[in-house]
């Protein structure tokens, strides 16, 4: 089972970048797949979360309005379009899953994760 986050880069502010996050040895329609990242310094935050049952949709304050997650079933694949990027959004990115749903509150109840890519956006 492994999870591979990918589409990090660097953009200027106002930018836009798609993640990826590709699943192997799973399928995710039995699980929610969360974005999350962490700036340097900084606790690991949750950013969106996509549930598998139901396709629901949830976002944190940061991006509502900005991000747009989604997935393809074709490819157990969840992506993250990140539009209007702002430097204050310069972290690493990890995708996660839960079988618990879109509670980010707790990030254990996530026990598997990807290794993050790193989004930097210059100002």
């Known amino acids: 089972v492994q999870l591979q986050a990918s589409g990090g880069g660097l953009v200027q502010a106002g930018g836009s970048l798609r993640l990826s996050c590709a699943a192997s040895?799973?399928?995710?329609?039995?699980?929610?797949t969360g974005w999350f990242r962490q700036a340097p310094g900084k606790e690991r935050e949750g950013v969106s979360c996509?549930?598998?049952?139901?396709?629901?949709?949830y976002y944190a304050d940061s991006g509502k309005s900005r991000f747009t997650i989604s997935r393809d079933n074709t490819k157990d694949t969840v992506y993250l379009q990140m539009n209007s990027l702002r430097p204050g959004d310069t972290a690493v990115y990890y995708c996660?899953?839960?079988?618990?749903?879109?509670?980010?509150?707790?990030?254990?109840?996530?026990?598997?994760w990807g290794k993050g890519t790193l989004v930097t956006v210059s100002s």
């Open positions: 996660a899953i839960s079988p618990f749903g879109c509670d980010w509150s707790d990030l254990s109840l996530f026990g598997r």
């Open positions: 040895g799973l399928t995710l329609d039995y699980y929610a």
């Open positions: 996509i549930r598998g049952t139901d396709g629901s949709t």
